[in-house]
């Protein structure tokens, strides 16, 4: 058998939560030209219940540590659960979901905000506007 620590999804999903659509159109395109596909989510609950689903919609990769979904890309401020929300909801989930790297993206990145995310399993933050060379490289440094 394959070490535990080699176990790598290879789905090619990405979950994009942002309350504003122009934002999920802009990141969606970006991520879709590197040929993954999008998950849209409108908020930190919709993004959590989309991810459960995903485990009973999408079929398993030929990897015993499948979690069908490779990254989040969340926004920061969103109504009824923000981006600290989702990164503890999805921390708390007993399976291999609860490792599926999180990216926030924000407009506003303070220091507080930065700290507050590594502190809760952030894996990385993005200011917004992002652009293609921003998400080319993140997309690189997760998968």
């Not at 070490?3 to 942002?18: G, P, S, W």
């Not at 030209?33 to 849209?40: L, S």
């Not at 979690?67 to 909801?89: E, H």
């Amino acid at each position: 058998g394959i070490n535990a620590e080699y176990n790598h999804c290879l789905c090619r999903r990405i979950l994009i939560v942002d309350d504003n659509d122009y934002n999920l159109m802009v990141l969606g395109r970006m991520v879709k030209k590197r040929n993954y596909e999008i998950i849209e989510a409108y908020d930190g609950e919709d993004a959590l219940n989309k991810l459960l689903s995903c485990l009973d919609q999408y079929p398993q990769c030929q990897e015993d540590a499948c979690r069908r979904v490779n990254l989040i890309l969340s926004d920061l401020n969103m109504p009824r659960r923000d981006g600290f929300d989702l990164i503890q909801d999805v921390r708390g989930l007993n399976s291999d979901q609860k490792d599926i790297p999180i990216v926030l993206v924000s407009a506003f990145d303070k220091p507080e905000d930065i700290t507050k995310g590594f502190n809760l399993g952030m894996d990385d933050m993005l200011h917004k506007p992002v652009n293609e060379e921003t998400i080319h490289k993140l997309l690189h440094k997760f998968l």
